[in-house]
């Protein structure tokens, strides 16, 4: 197996919480694991030290990185900041039969119980919404930005977000929408992106 389908199966893993945060990851059981020597191994675990998946403990062994309340508030303020501009710009742009296909996965959201699929139909809802604002550069960050923030949900305890709010908050948003008022729909996207998880809501005076 190549190193970039290496990293590829274990940065999917990391960000869906199946490698848990201080899970050390060891190249010899890596390279037994994927069948290759420890060489390319260690080239991945480079690359995912320097992408912030991973860490080096002081032991020199190396580790799932875990996620701070500080940091994963940090990454909702920067997808809040990007993703409302790329409303901004798409709104305008949308046309009826766009607006339908994204009532039709909202809807399709709420009948849903495999958390997989869930989350497939809200990337679905807000790619839709977003398609109009011809910025391919500010969609690519939006979508790496996304990925990144699976870990913050796959460590959240389950059922914490539920069908239902989501439901709800993707109404308000698509009703916004479709009716081309760009001020609430800021609004209703700005306050869906913040509806913070419980796992990293940020005690006052906490310095984390």
Not at 16 to 29: F, H, N, Y
Not at 48 to 72: H, K, P
Request: glycine content about 4%; charged content about 30%; aromatic content about 4%.
């Amino acid at each position: 197996m190549d190193p970039n389908s290496i990293e590829a199966i274990l940065r999917d893993e990391i960000e869906q919480g199946r490698l848990a945060p201080g899970t050390p990851l060891k190249q010899e059981d890596l390279a037994a694991r994927f069948k290759v020597s420890r060489q390319p191994v260690r080239r991945v675990l480079e690359r995912l030290l320097v992408a912030g998946f991973l860490t080096r403990r002081s032991d020199r062994t190396v580790v799932v990185a875990e996620w701070s309340a500080r940091q994963a508030l940090e990454l909702i303020g920067v997808r809040v900041a990007l993703e409302t501009h790329a409303l901004r710009l798409s709104l305008p742009r949308l046309d009826e039969r766009t607006l339908r296909k994204a009532r039709r996965i909202c809807e399709a959201l709420l009948d849903e119980d495999d958390p997989a699929e869930i989350e497939e139909l809200d990337i679905q809802f807000h790619r839709l919404l977003y398609s109009g604002c011809a910025n391919d550069r500010l969609l690519a960050m939006i979508e790496d930005l996304r990925r990144e923030g699976r870990r913050i949900y796959a460590m959240q305890p389950r059922g914490s977000m539920t069908r239902t709010t989501l439901y709800k908050e993707h109404q308000a948003l698509l009703s916004a929408c479709m009716n081309k008022d760009i001020d609430r729909a800021v609004d209703a996207l700005s306050a869906h992106l913040s509806d913070t998880p419980p796992l990293i809501q940020q005690p006052e005076g906490d310095p984390a």
